[in-house]
């Protein structure tokens, strides 16, 4: 039932933590939807009391929108996913079996791309597969179809390989954050830098 100020103006707003961010979205008639990031072990478990208390432990400290948007969604609403990453393999198929989209490829959320990078896949394969279809009698075709597959692995490697590494690179600069101006006494405190601006005006 929250909807911030700024919703007329500003969509999308993603606030950044160590091993930890939020993304909060308008998504239209007055209603938000919320992602919350947080790194954490393999298997673990929400408390008793369920994820809301959970993800107030780790953000119960940030600023009042992300606070207000965890209190104010009930707790039936909040769905926890776990997102495991997975090293690229560079070897999809065996003879005339393959594999295309997250089976071959899963990669991170952050970039939109695992699904586009699926519908490519799909129509590489087709392209691949229709070419045997055209000029292959049936007594060639089982090695061609192999030869086939093969082929789409080699023309998909490159582009997946690489939408795989940025997603990753943007998973780790997103929860890697940590903040470059330090309002304490440190050389960019709010009085070191007034000082600084008034050594030049």
């Not at 594999?99 to 939109?112: R, S, T």
């Not at 990753?168 to 101006?181: E, G, N, V």
Request: with cysteine.
């Amino acid at each position: 039932n929250f909807v911030p100020q700024y919703i007329d103006t500003i969509g999308y707003r993603v606030f950044l933590g160590l091993n930890q961010y939020f993304v909060a979205s308008d998504v239209g008639k007055g209603k938000m939807q919320w992602y919350a990031f947080h790194k954490g072990s393999p298997m673990n478990t929400d408390p008793p009391r369920g994820k809301k208390e959970r993800l107030l432990e780790f953000f119960g400290s940030w600023c009042n929108e992300v606070i207000t948007l965890i209190s104010e969604t009930p707790e039936h609403m909040i769905l926890r996913r776990e997102i495991y990453d997975r090293d690229m393999i560079y070897s999809w198929g065996d003879g005339r079996v393959t594999l295309l989209g997250d089976a071959a490829h899963p990669m991170q959320p952050n970039l939109g791309q695992g699904g586009c990078m699926a519908i490519e896949d799909s129509f590489q394969l087709i392209l691949e597969l229709d070419e045997v279809a055209k000029s292959v009698s049936d007594v060639c075709l089982s090695n061609e179809i192999v030869s086939a597959l093969k082929r789409y692995e080699k023309k998909r490697m490159f582009r997946v390989s690489t939408v795989h590494m940025m997603s990753r690179l943007a998973s780790k600069m997103l929860s890697s954050y940590q903040p470059y101006m330090d309002f304490g006494s440190g050389p960019l405190s709010v009085s070191f830098m007034l000082q600084y601006l008034l050594l030049f005006h």
